[in-house]
Nanobody
Framework: QVQLVESGGGLVQPGGSLRLSCAPSKVIFTTEELGWYRQAPGKQRELVARITYGGRTDYVDSVKGRFTISRDNAKNAVYLQMNALKPEDTAVYYC?????????WGRGTQVTVSS
């Protein structure tokens, strides 16, 4: 189990941008996938985007063309650039290492898209 620390959430107007960052709280070496999940009030947690050690990416359909996931393997850090944000993107965003069945999650960062 690895503790992950997210940053970069906040309040933004529709059409705006935010960049989320996530890194382990201690130095580790891993080749596992990194990902971002989100959970809106009253809804189940869903995968937003994930990236393998080799850089292969996967996105939920609702964010394709607007969000970009990237990683820095030297730091085991993962980033989520979110553009053209919509009110329906409002949620708590969680960083994950190793897939949804892993015990390695961040505590979450709130993203609110509202005018």
């Amino acid at each position: 189990q690895v503790q992950l620390v997210e940053s970069g959430g906040g309040l933004v107007q529709p059409g705006g941008s935010l960049r989320l960052s996530c890194a382990p709280s201690k130095v580790i070496f891993t080749t596992e996938e990194l990902g971002w999940y989100r959970q809106a009030p009253g809804k189940q947690r869903e995968l937003v985007a994930r990236i393998t050690y080799g850089g292969r990416t996967d996105y939920v359909d609702s964010v394709k063309g607007r969000f970009t996931i990237s990683r820095d393997n030297a730091k085991n850090a993962v980033y989520l650039q979110m553009n053209a944000l919509k009110p329906e993107d409002t949620a708590v965003y969680y960083c994950n290492l190793g897939g949804p069945n892993s015990a390695s999650w961040g505590r979450g960062t709130q993203v609110t898209v509202s005018s």
